[in-house]
């Protein structure tokens, strides 16, 4: 697997751990300390940011090989994925600082 193929893994894998804190915080939020929150929040967020950043680098990568083919086919999907992670991760993290709000 080249470098290409490890920043899409990469961008994956951080994409599933930036929605699965904030679930997992839903799940088991009355077992949960308030700092233990605070940082799955922060890792969430996190994750997201730097899904986004293998994405952009996986498209220099492209850019630089002249794989305007690859670039061609996969721009829409790339650009519509992000967009869904960022709404979906923003909206789960709003719902997960509203409920420990109401929670107290």
Do not use: H
């Not at 799940?27 to 949960?32: G, V």
């Not at 940011?49 to 002249?66: D, G, P, R």
Request: with cysteine.
């Amino acid at each position: 697997m080249g470098y290409d193929g490890l920043l899409n893994v990469g961008s994956i894998v951080l994409g599933l751990i930036a929605i699965f804190c904030p679930l997992f915080i839903l799940i088991n939020r009355s077992r949960m300390k308030k700092e233990s929150i605070q940082i799955l929040i922060n890792v969430s967020l996190l994750a997201t940011l730097f899904s986004i950043v293998f994405v952009q680098l996986s498209t220099n990568y492209e850019v630089n090989s002249n794989d305007w083919s690859a670039l061609m086919d996969t721009s829409n999907a790339i650009t519509t994925i992000c967009v869904l992670l960022t709404v979906v991760v923003v909206f789960l993290n709003i719902l997960v600082y509203s409920s420990t709000k109401k929670a107290k």
